[in-house]
């Protein structure tokens, strides 16, 4: 019988550089502030992966704005955020582990060799390996890919992976508690 795989959850490059973001975020003394959470950790990692998001003036004129207050308040957190961010994802995407955690972080399909979508969920390590070291251009080991999985398994069961939930998200935004966000809150509970 084969063995079921716990399967990743959520997506997004956020999740990802999240626990290294906080470390850096300690040292450098910026916890303090207050000002680094969800989502403008998502606002600076969608600038710093994608600079030109700010010359868009028409489409994201909300981000561009939220950037603004919050440059103008903390100008030096700001760019040293974005430096780290982007230091963070070069160096990644040039080492097995970290091309393997951003791929799964931004991917849930992949397209084989017939154009067909294939779910990332149902291939082996060593499948996923194999495509990614043509990705990549450089060799990715079963073995990275099964950590990097397990890694991913591990922040989505975490807090962090907590906060992720629409339930949660709706929360945030309304302050309401509906009997779904209850049921799921205990569930949650439940699995640590």
Known sequence: MPRLKKTQEFYGLHLA?????EKHIGKRGYAGLGIFHRETT???LRIASRPETLTYYQRHADKIKSFGSLYAKHPDAVLDILC????TLADWRKEQAGFVRMFLRTHSFVS?????????AS???KELAHYLSNEAGFGITANSVKRERQRVVEIDRSPLGFLEHPEVQQYYRDGKMTPALERFRSRWKEKK
Do not use: C, G, H, Y
């Open 84 to 87: 780290f961010i982007r230091k």
């Open 17 to 21: 550089i999240a626990p290294e973001l």
């Open 42 to 44: 998502l606002l600076l």
């Open 123 to 125: 291939m082996t390590d």
């Open 112 to 120: 084989n060799t017939k154009k067909q979508l294939v779910s990332i």
